[in-house]
C-alpha cells in the first residue's frame, strides 16, 4: 500500500537551513500530485509547495516563495518508491510547524491543489522549530 514517511526536521535559529525528505513508496510516479503541508498549534493546514509528477512543475505558497525548493527524485535501484525534498533556507519563526508530505494519486488534473481536504495520502509528519 502507499506509504509516505517523512525526515529531516528539527531545531534551527532565524536564517538556517533544514532538508526534509519524504519517502513515498508506492505512489504513481506519472500522474500524482506531491505536496509539502505545514500546521501550527492552533492554526489549520496550509499548503507550502506541490509537485506534479506528470508536469513537473512545483508550485509555491507566496509565504515561502523564494526560500523553499521542492524536488522529486526517482531513485533507479528501487521499485514503486520517489523521494520528495524540501529545502528551506532563511527560515523564520513563523516557519515553526509540523510539517506533512501527501500525495494525491491519481490525479488527472493538470494542475495540484494547496487545499489539503483532497490529499488521500499522509505521512506522519516532522517537526521544524525555528528560533529567533
Known amino acids: 500500500q502507499v506509504q509516505l514517511v517523512e525526515s529531516g526536521g528539527g531545531s534551527v535559529q532565524a536564517g538556517g537551513s533544514l532538508r526534509l525528505s519524504c519517502a513515498a513508496s508506492?505512489?504513481?510516479?506519472?500522474?500524482?500530485?506531491l505536496a509539502w503541508f505545514r500546521q501550527s498549534p492552533g492554526k489549520e493546514r496550509e499548503g507550502v509547495a506541490t509537485f506534479h509528477t506528470y508536469k513537473t512543475d512545483p508550485v509555491y505558497a507566496d509565504s515561502v516563495k523564494g526560500r523553499f525548493a521542492i524536488s522529486r527524485d526517482i531513485p533507479e535501484s528501487t521499485n514503486y518508491l520517489q523521494m520528495l525534498y524540501l529545502q528551506m533556507d532563511n527560515l523564520q519563526p513563523e516557519d515553526t510547524a509540523v510539517y506533512y508530505c501527501?500525495?494525491?494519486?491519481?490525479?488527472?488534473?493538470?494542475?495540484?491543489?494547496?487545499?489539503?481536504?483532497?490529499?488521500?495520502?499522509w505521512g506522519q509528519g516532522t517537526q521544524v522549530t525555528v528560533s529567533a
Open positions: 508506492k505512489v504513481m510516479a506519472s500522474m500524482s500530485c
Open positions: 501527501a500525495a494525491l494519486s491519481p490525479t488527472y488534473a493538470l494542475t495540484c491543489p494547496m487545499a489539503p481536504a483532497v490529499y488521500n495520502y
